[in-house]
């Protein structure tokens, strides 16, 4: 017969049995607006300073915690000179603008130093949200904390970085939503956008800072390229305060006889596999001034990067310039941060 174990016996094999713990769940964080990927134009922009740069790029959020951030960085202290894209917009964007009666020149669209190359710099960090703020600290080897507001979009499909508060930076945007970054949209769809695009900016010239807000952004006029598909371009037959005689052209600008005040604007993708986008533009008059076809001079190159939702729609762009003078005087540098949106 089998023997029954005394009560004593049955106590110590109990006493005796391991009990393994469960592992402890992985802590989840919550994502800034609900979005993982973030296009971001920030930068350091003082009046009185020589000092100023711009930074132009993405914030990656995860679930545990961390953000990564790969961005394209222009100082004043390492200016660079403009880069060629490499795009040439062809003769079917060209057609004839009132006005001056110039037209849109075939000329190879520049951009920023190193924009057509990869980041200048990558880096990672910790963030944590609290009510509508997302709070980042980098680990880099001195202190930048950033703080921005996030706000999310009437239809949910976008989140908008606004920021409060950073170590470094003075100014900023950002926008956010879970399409991926490889995800962008061709110039034919940036053209279609039904929305009104508006731009907000904030730059440096001359030692003195500008801002401006809600200034419209002519999209539609731009004329698609039949064969280069990737470029735009658009002649604004005239302006009001730019292209003037006090401005550089005093022989064919604005009050003048001649009376040119035309601009010359180019819009061009600079990648197949990211948001990269660049916007150029400059005073015809300045190239008629020095005999030139294509303007050589102090021009306008500002970066971009498309704003995508949720539904993989093109919302606009966060940008930046960095225009540094070809000259060594870095008071005729020009730098800003901006977006051009229909989402403010």
């Known amino acids: 017969m089998r023997a029954?174990?005394?009560?004593?016996?049955?106590?110590?094999?109990?006493?005796?049995?391991?009990?393994?713990?469960?592992?402890?769940?992985?802590?989840?964080?919550?994502?800034?607006?609900?979005?993982?990927?973030?296009?971001?134009?920030?930068?350091?922009?003082?009046?009185?300073?020589?000092?100023?740069?711009?930074?132009?790029?993405?914030?990656?959020?995860?679930?545990?915690?961390?953000?990564?951030?790969?961005?394209?960085?222009?100082?004043?202290?390492?200016?660079?000179?403009?880069?060629?894209?490499?795009?040439?917009?062809?003769?079917?964007?060209?057609?004839?603008?009132?006005?001056?009666?110039?037209?849109?020149?075939?000329?190879?669209?520049?951009?920023?130093?190193?924009?057509?190359?990869?980041?200048?710099?990558?880096?990672?960090?910790?963030?944590?949200?609290?009510?509508?703020?997302?709070?980042?600290?980098?680990?880099?080897?001195?202190?930048?904390?950033?703080?921005?507001?996030?706000?999310?979009?009437?239809?949910?499909?976008?989140?908008?970085?606004?920021?409060?508060?950073?170590?470094?930076?003075?100014?900023?945007?950002?926008?956010?939503?879970?399409?991926?970054?490889?995800?962008?949209?061709?110039?034919?769809?940036?053209?279609?956008?039904?929305?009104?695009?508006?731009q907000d900016l904030t730059s440096w010239a001359g030692g003195k800072i500008v801002t401006s807000s809600g200034e419209r952004f002519a999209h539609s006029s731009f004329r698609a390229c039949a064969s280069t598909t990737w470029c735009m371009t658009y002649l604004q037959p005239s302006s009001r305060g730019a292209c003037q005689k006090s401005g550089g052209c005093p022989k064919y600008g604005g009050g003048t006889k001649a009376n040119v005040s035309s601009i010359q604007y180019y819009l061009t993708k600079i990648s197949n596999s990211d948001r990269r986008d660049t916007l150029w533009h400059w005073c015809t008059c300045l190239a008629m001034e020095r005999g030139e076809f294509c303007y050589t001079g102090n021009s306008h190159v500002k970066p971009l990067m498309q704003i995508i939702d949720d539904k993989g729609a093109f919302r606009g762009w966060v940008g930046a310039e960095a225009s540094f003078s070809t000259g060594s005087s870095r008071a005729a540098d020009m730098m800003a941060v901006l977006r051009i949106t229909d989402f403010r």
């Open 4 to 198: 029954v174990p005394s009560i004593a016996a049955a106590l110590i094999i109990l006493l005796t049995c391991t009990v393994v713990p469960r592992p402890a769940a992985a802590s989840t964080a919550t994502l800034p607006g609900g979005k993982a990927t973030y296009v971001v134009s920030q930068g350091h922009l003082k009046a009185a300073s020589s000092q100023n740069w711009v930074r132009l790029g993405s914030y990656r959020f995860a679930a545990d915690g961390t953000v990564t951030a790969a961005l394209h960085l222009w100082w004043q202290r390492h200016p660079e000179a403009r880069q060629p894209t490499g795009t040439i917009p062809d003769s079917s964007c060209t057609t004839k603008a009132g006005g001056s009666g110039s037209r849109p020149r075939t000329c190879e669209v520049l951009t920023a130093g190193g924009f057509t190359g990869a980041p200048d710099e990558n880096r990672t960090g910790t963030y944590t949200v609290s009510g509508n703020v997302v709070s980042i600290r980098w680990k880099i080897a001195q202190t930048w904390t950033e703080q921005w507001y996030v706000r999310p979009s009437p239809d949910g499909a976008l989140a908008r970085l606004d920021l409060k508060q950073s170590t470094l930076a003075t100014h900023g945007y950002g926008y956010g939503s879970n399409a991926a970054l490889g995800t962008r949209r061709a110039m034919g769809s940036v053209k279609a956008f039904p929305g009104t695009l508006k």
